[in-house]
């Protein structure tokens, strides 16, 4: 057995050894187990990325808005959707590891991934994501045949090109990041069969580029000089074009959610007689928006997307949306 793990994967007395003063994080790599074996099954869990699984919770914004989570058939298509988003996902995820593994060691967080710290090998990750691919296609056909398999073929697809080239273009690479985050949200509603309106698609692009942008900015703020050395595109970017481009996708982002919510059209058709706590469920959005661009502007956050598991103000304004929209929706 011992023999197996190093093949694919160094020895967890080395990993522990290495990691015993590292903090915890989605990039730190496993410590041994008291048996001295669970590091090998850790590593590798570890690089599927589990805490960014939580981004694939977008699949329910689209039937949840669309009052249909309380029917089972739609809420189990609807799980179903989320967990063929996390083999998806986790497959790209190796994929771009092993693409990334040498810029990635000079991050101060994500040198520790287990790939990038040699822990997993990428012969190893590669055949781990070629077999979440497969699994991401067949399942997506028992779900909801090839409209599903479509949506997901174009997510492997854009994912595939941002990792061999696409990263590597200005503005391009920030579009084809924040493409991941409107296709969960158009995959949510294909597995549903729930048609998708203009204002929702608005917020959902706009949201994931303010997201994606926000990430950039954050790194670039955060790495100074040295930003090229981890990501090669921070070089062609500046504090000021970035500052500019998240103030204006949060005024869209903002504007088309007040659009979605007061449009008899979006929001307010499902929302019965209980009008007025889907309206109010934008003070809340604007609030929280504001909260993460202080933040990202500030230089205090370089992923947006993982203050969610942190920071208990945006916590508390998730909560407070997520209240005013179920009330509007289904009270």
Known sequence: MRSHHKAVLASPDAVAEQLSMAPFDTATPPTRGADGNSAPFIAVVRSLRPRQWTKNALVFVAPASAGVLTRRIDLLHALAAFGIFCAAASGTYLVNDVAD????REHPNKRLRPIAHG???????LV???GLMLVTFAASWYVARWSLVLVMAIYLAISTSYTLRLKREPVIELAAVASGFLLRAV???VATHVPLSSWFLAVSSFGALFVVTGKRLGELLRLGERRGDHRKVLSLYTVSFLRSALTLTSSVTVTAYCLWAFDKAGLLSHASHHFVWIQLSVIPVILGTLHM???VDAGLVDAPEDLVFHDHVLQGLAALWVALFAIGIYG
């Open 101 to 104: 593994a040498k810029a990635d």
């Open 119 to 125: 822990i997993i090998s990428p012969t190893f990750a």
């Open 128 to 130: 781990m994501a070629a």
């Open 187 to 189: 995959a949510g509603g």
């Open 293 to 295: 661009l202080r933040l």
